[in-house]
C-alpha cells in the first residue's frame, strides 16, 4: 500500500481546537499501522497573519501534492476589516476553485440521541438523512463580467453573473445520481427553472443525465418550494442536488433541522476523489480557547476523507460507531447538552472517541 | 371622499374560491358606506386561456387605472406544459415589473391558536412577529443579459445576470427602515457580501441609508445563515430587508415556521403605495374545486389592501380582529385543523368571518 498524505490547516478560532482531537484519530489509525502521514499548513485569517494571504503559494504547492485534506474552520471578526482580497473566504473559495473541489456531499443527520436538541418536532425529524450534492466550483461565485457598472441612466450598479455549462452539469449530476443509488434511489434537482435561464439549461442536463440512472428517481424543486419543503417534511428527501449559490443556503437550512450542526462533517471533491474534508459549523469565535467547542464534526471528517478519498470504508464506519458509541454514552459538548445535562470539553470529548475506537 | 378602485384577479385553482370570500368582505365595508367598487379580470392561467397571455392587453389596462389590486393565486399542473413565455408565471412577474411593485412585504406569523401546527417546537415560535421587505423588480429576475451563450472551450452555457443599482437599493431601504420604525426597530439586511459585487453595493447602500434612521438597529447576515437563523432561532428578527432572489427563499422558508400559510397576507406596493395584495400561498391544484382551501390569507390581504393602499388602518385592524375571533371560536379549515378537530369549509370560514366583522 502506498502511503496516503493529507494535509492538515487547522485554520482559525476553534478550528485548531477541533482539528487537534481530528489528529488523535489519525494517531490511533496510524499507530495500528495504516500508511498515513501529515502535514500542516495556513488557510484563512491564520494563512494571512503568517504569509499575508488566505491560501498562501506554500498552502497552494502542498495541497496540490496532498491525497486528502482536512481543514477546521476559517474566519472571523479579527480579519473582517482586511480588504476583500485578502480575506479568509478567498481562502476557502480559492483553494476549491485551485483543486477543482466541484462536489460538495454535506449530509443532514439526525442523531437520535440528540433528538431533543433540534428547533423541529421530534416527529419530523426522527431517523432524518438528507444528503446535499451542492455544486462548489461554479455559478454565481466565479461567474464573469462582475463588478460595477453604470445603467443606462447613468447610476452606479453591482453586478454579478450566474452561470453553468453542460459539462459542469453533467458531472455534478453524475455524482448525485451515484450517490443516490448507494441509497434510497431518489434525487430531488433544485432550480428556479421558472426564471433563470441557467436553471432551465440546469434541469434539462439533469433530465438527460437521469436517463443513465433509470433504477433513481428523479424529481425537481424550485428553491423556494424547497427551503420550505426542508422544513415542513425533511424526510421526504433523499438526495438534493443544487448549484453553488442555492446548495450554500439550503444546506445550511438543513444543518439547522437536526440540531446537531456541531456534528455534521462535510466533503469537497474532485473529479478523482481527491478532496477537502471539514466540519460544516464555523470557525464560533465566541467560544474559541475555552475548549468548548465539539469537535465531533470534525473527527467525522476525518471518516468521509477514508471513506471518499481512500476509499476505505471500514475506518469511516469505525469512526461513526465510536461517535455513536460516546453519544449514547452521554457525552456531551455544550452545544449538543440539554438543560441539566453534564458537559464535557473538546478534548474529553476527542479522548473519548479515541477510547471507543 | 373618492372612490377607490379595485383591480380583482381570482387566478387559478383555488384562486377562484378563496377570492370569493374575500369579496363577502368587500360587501360588509361596501354596505356601510365605505367608497369602494371592483371590477374583475384575468391573470396566469386563467388569463391565458381566456385570452392568449397570462397577463394580456385587458388586465394591463385595468391594472395601471386600479387604485388598489385583489389577487388569488395562479399557476399550476394544467399549465407546466406551455411555452415560457405564456407561463402563469410570466403574468405575475409582468404585473410586478409593469407596476413597479418593487416593495414586497410578507409577514410571518405566529397565530398563538394555531402553534400546534408549526413544525417548529412551540417555545420557539410562541409570539413570532416577522416582517420580510423583498424587494421585487430588480436583482437577477429581470437582469440582462441573459440566456445560453458558448464557454471558451465551446460548450453551451445558461446564463443570468444579477444586478441593482443604487437607486433600487436605496428605495427598498427607505421602505424597511420605514416599516421597522413602525415595529422594534430592528432590520436586519440579507446579503452574500462575501461573494457577490451586487451584495457589496447593496450592504454600502443599506449603510448608507441607515444614517437616516439612527433609531432603527440596522445588523447584516448572509444569506446562508440567515436560512439558518430563522430554524433556530426565529424571534431574534423584526424586520428583514433583501434582495429579489434571497427573498424569494428566505420568505418561502419563514412562512413554514408558524405552520400557517394559509393564514400569510402580502403585499406588493410601488412608489406611491399602490398595490397587489395576495396569499402567500400558491394554488393548491391538489384542493381546488372541493370549498377545502383556507381563505383567511385571502382575506387579511384585503386588511393590508385597506392599510397601506387606502390608509385605513382602522378597517385592517377589524379584519385582524375578526381573524383572530374565528380562530378562538375554533373555526378551522382542514390545512389548521390539529388531528381530531372539527374541520370548516371555505364558504363557512368566509361567513365565519363576515359574522364576526
Ligand atoms: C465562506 C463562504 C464563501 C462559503 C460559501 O458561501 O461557499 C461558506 O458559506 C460555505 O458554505 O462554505
Ligand atoms: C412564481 C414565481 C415567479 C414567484 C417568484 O419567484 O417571485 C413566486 O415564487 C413568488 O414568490 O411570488
Redesign the interface.
Known sequence: ETMKNILILPGDYIGPEVMAEAVKVLEVFKAEGEPIAWSFGHLGGAAYEAEGHPYPPSTQQAARAADAILMGAVGGPKYDGLP?AV?P?QGI?GIRKDLGLFANLRPALAYEALAAAS???PE?IAGLDVLIVRELTGD??F?QP???RK?ADG??????????????IERIAHVAFQAARKRRRRLCSVD?E?????????REVMIRVGRDYPDVELTHLY???A??Q???NPRQFDVIVTGN??G??????A???AGS?GMLPSASLDANNKGLYEPIHGSAPDIAGQNKANPLAMILSVGMMFKYSFGRTDLADRIDAAVRKVLQDGKRTGDIAQPGEPVIGTQEMGAAVVDAL
Request: net charge negative; charged share 30%.
Open positions: 476583500r480575506r473566504e473559495l428547533p423541529l418536532k419530523l454565481i461565485y461567474g462582475r463588478g460595477r445603467t447610476h452606479d450598479e453591482g453586478y454579478d453573473t450566474m452561470h453553468y455549462s453542460v459539462p459542469e428556479k421558472n426564471v433563470l435561464e441557467t436553471s432551465r439549461l440546469w428553491v423556494d418550494n427551503a420550505m426542508l422544513i415542513k449559490l442555492f450554500d443556503i439550503l444546506s445550511d437550512e444543518s439547522q433541522l450542526i
